[in-house]
């Protein structure tokens, strides 16, 4: 904590060091979503900080053409660009930054701009070029001073190189980082074509074959298959065994036999057998015309996944990761090796970058070997976990033996994205422990009127990219029903709940618990999977849901912009939902470049309305004659939506005009997002293997007697653990009046929203990236969920 707090403290001074220094930023390699986010974000903290931001186009072409390809940055260069794809400042291969003559044309370019600290966001091969021009830096300089190029003073000012790297690639394939800038994009260009796909395959009983990006890394068509309960994967890092041809068909068959209308089988381009043989998508397709004679179709995605706006979660990594890199640039000092910034959890991390470039390498080396098992742990946990859980479902089947328990599983609260799929998962997998499973209509309601039905293995068929809530749910808390609830219990022999919802869930089943010195029957394993677009759940960092709901308020707030940008001088006053917790509206601002958002947690008063005024009034004399405003729902009592639109009215009159958008339950609705699809997958499993082990440890002469507080828990994601949580230690972490936790781990985002809108602010209030290491073990062990 010091230490953190020396840090801070020294973040201060970033200021005065960032004046008379010099910056540049280049995207190298193939593009992906959010590269212009990554490009933003290090501009404007790059000036905030007081130094000269110069952008390369063209890459390392641009660096070692010069000229007009390196360009002085303002403030509004990066303008309106965090929504677009690619890379507006241009991405190009090479060949000449290969040889030593381009690197030294290169290092004579930066000199004359005084540029010593360079920024590169692309692959493992962009960022091993940028270390190899750091090494040589010297040397260059040296000889550029004795070809008579450049003075030997002006060598000695530019002494080193400084470099920090951010990793571009949609294949998520960098050792070291959770998540690689773009792969959350691709995965939603790919899940909108996959449900597109599988409405015309429904419709005509097909086979569809699907192609994916990932010549050497199965990343996309693991995830991908996971989200979309696919029958068949193949991803280089797992070949099928010998014989996988007839145990695909059978699959394929099997899958038909239980009611299915259609087949989908995933594979990354670099599919390969045992003996590291190509398996192609129309080997695939053939196979299963003979075999079956199913009508069969191959879709090969290419290019597109690399397409389209990046999602939320890509807009807010970059400027997350983009911030950290220039703050990693100006402390940097001679000794300071190159570094990475990375993922872990909701964290950023300083890498040592050759250190990852190697370890990405590895992979490739025991993949080449054929060491395969090796291969998925050096992956990630994240990864490894997913192949796990993937297997898991994919090729499990109902047991015939019944065991001694039955579950019920409810929605509680108002409806989130990506439930539908933890309750398909968890009735699988509960169905596969032996287990009989109910499902519960409209909640705790629904649990006291007895509105229960028996769920069988093909009734959630197609569950996972389904939106809303398929049991329907509801608000009300078990506290009036208690009687009914009991009696429902005990009529239909139910030996665990399984609610799935938001803070209504969680206070339900802390109602529940705390009724059990009252009611034996509740003496029972209870779990609460966090599912609400508000985030608001204590004993996890997200929900389900709440992805999805900033990636729908996102996508409104772009056309909001665009309109602004066809009428000029107008604000855009936004409401967004939460209730009073602010995550919605925070993570949304980040994501669109809002220049402010007013939520509960963050007070505010009539000064701090008055000074956006200004700054808006300030910000229209500019070449920027837009803005937009984000206003939690529940922020202030009194400062309310249609006040502030007034006010802003009033003080902006001949200046600027301003609306007002509410988005309401746009935000609860659409299909789930590949990460709130995935995320429910995973806890669903998990659930559901935490409540098998919970029934049998406290079952007793013939009947489930559960009263310890570690039997009714909330199942959380921390960082990157999953863990369980008793509700009765979260009771205290609890503003039950607000319904949200004390403490809040996206408070933390808040200055990266405030600096990126050119609003003073403490530095202090800044949480610096923690510098990591990268071993074979670190990286098998990961527990990444």
């Not at 799929?421 to 409209?442: E, N």
């Not at 802390?510 to 759940?537: G, K, W």
């Amino acid at each position: 904590m010091e230490a953190t707090r020396m840090h801070s403290m020294d973040l201060e001074k970033l200021k005065m060091t960032g004046a008379g220094r010099a910056m540049a930023v280049l995207t190298s390699g193939g593009d992906a979503q959010g590269m212009n986010a990554a490009v933003r974000a290090v501009t404007r903290m790059g000036i905030y900080v007081g130094a000269k931001v110069y952008l390369i186009n063209e890459g390392y072409q641009g660096l070692v053409d010069g000229g007009e390809n390196i360009k002085l940055a303002h403030w509004h260069s990066v303008t309106n660009i965090i929504q677009l794809g690619g890379t507006v400042i241009g991405s190009a291969r090479c060949k000449s930054f290969t040889t030593r003559e381009g690197r030294l044309a290169a290092a004579f370019n930066l000199v004359k701009k005084g540029i010593t600290n360079l920024c590169v966001c692309g692959g493992d091969g962009s960022l091993t070029g940028a270390n190899i021009f750091r090494s040589e830096w010297k040397g260059l300089l040296e000889e550029l001073v004795q070809k008579g190029r450049i003075t030997d003073d002006l060598a000695k000012q530019h002494t080193h190189l400084n470099i920090v790297g951010l990793v571009g690639s949609i294949d998520n394939d960098f050792c070291g980082t959770d998540m690689t800038i773009g792969a959350d994009s691709a995965l939603h260009r790919i899940m909108e074509i996959i449900d597109a796909i599988m409405t015309t395959a429904q419709s005509h009983q097909r086979t569809f074959v699907l192609e994916l990006m990932g010549r050497h890394c199965g990343y996309l068509a693991l995830v991908s298959a996971l989200a979309s309960g696919a029958d068949w994967l193949f991803i280089p890092e797992a070949p099928p065994k010998q014989g996988w041809e007839d145990r695909m068909c059978a699959r394929l068959e099997s899958s038909r036999t239980t009611g299915s209308r259609l087949n989908i089988v995933i594979m990354a381009e670099g599919a390969i057998d045992m003996n590291g043989e190509s398996i192609s998508s129309t080997y695939v397709k053939d196979l299963v015309v003979k075999r079956l004679g199913y009508d069969t179709r191959v879709t090969v995605l290419g290019h597109v996944q690399r397409g389209g706006t990046p999602s939320a979660f890509d807009r807010i990594l970059s400027c997350k990761l983009g911030v950290e890199a220039v703050i990693a640039l100006m402390e940097a000092t001679p000794d300071t090796p190159a570094c990475v910034i990375g993922l872990s959890g909701n964290h950023a991390v300083r890498l040592p970058l050759m250190e990852c470039v190697e370890m990405t390498k590895l992979v490739q080396t025991t993949m080449d070997e054929k060491k395969f098992d090796e291969t998925i742990k050096l992956r990630g946990g994240s990864f490894e976990n997913n192949w796990n859980i993937y297997k898991l479902l994919a090729f499990q089947k109902p047991n015939k033996n019944a065991s001694n328990f039955t579950l019920a599983i409810l929605n509680v609260g108002a409806p989130a994205a990506g439930m539908n799929a933890a309750v398909r998962s968890a009735v699988r997998q509960a169905i596969v422990h032996g287990h009989k499973v109910y499902a519960v209509h409209d909640g705790f309601l629904g649990l006291a009127n007895g509105a229960l039905f028996e769920m069988k293995w093909g009734m959630v068929a197609g569950w996972t990219g389904q939106g809303s809530s398929l049991l329907g749910t509801k608000r009300t808390l078990p506290g009036k029903n208690m009687e009914k609830i009991v009696e429902t219990i005990t009529k239909y022999n139910i030996s665990a709940l399984l609610v799935i919802g938001g803070f209504e869930g969680y206070n339900g089943v802390l109602q529940l618990f705390e009724a059990r010195s009252h009611y034996d029957e509740l003496c029972i394993p209870m779990c609460v999977i966090p599912a609400t677009i508000s985030n608001n759940v204590p004993g996890t960092d997200f929900s389900i849901g709440a992805d999805t709901a900033v990636n729908s308020a996102m996508e409104g707030c772009d056309k909001i912009k665009q309109s602004a940008s066809g009428t000029k001088r107008r604000v855009f006053v936004v409401e967004t939902m939460g209730g009073y917790c602010g995550y919605l509206a925070t993570c949304t601002g980040i994501a669109v470049g809002a220049d402010a958002a007013y939520i509960y947690e963050e007070p505010f008063n009539i000064h701090d309305l008055k000074t956006n005024v200004e700054h808006l009034a300030e910000k229209m004399k500019k070449d920027i004659q837009r803005g937009l405003v984000l206003r939690n729902e529940n922020c202030h009592e009194n400062y309310t939506t249609d006040f502030i639109h007034r006010l802003y009215s009033a003080e902006g009159k001949g200046i600027f005009d301003s609306r007002v958008n509410v988005l309401g339950h746009l935000q609860q609705g659409g299909a789930p997002s590949p990460f709130d699809r995935n995320f429910g997958t995973k806890m669903g499993v998990r659930a559901i293997q935490w409540l098998s082990e919970k029934l049998t440890e406290n079952y007793r002469q013939g009947r489930v007697f559960a009263n310890s507080a570690d039997t009714a828990c909330v199942l959380g994601l921390k960082r990157k653990v999953v863990s369980f949580t008793p509700v009765s230690e979260l009771k205290d972490a609890t503003d039950f009046e607000h319904r949200m936790p004390k403490v809040q781990w996206w408070m933390n985002l808040r200055p990266l929203l405030k600096m990126l809108a050119k609003y003073q602010t403490s530095f202090c209030e800044y949480v610096p990236g923690e510098i990591e290491h990268v071993t074979r073990r670190s990286i098998s062990i990961d527990s990444g969920f």
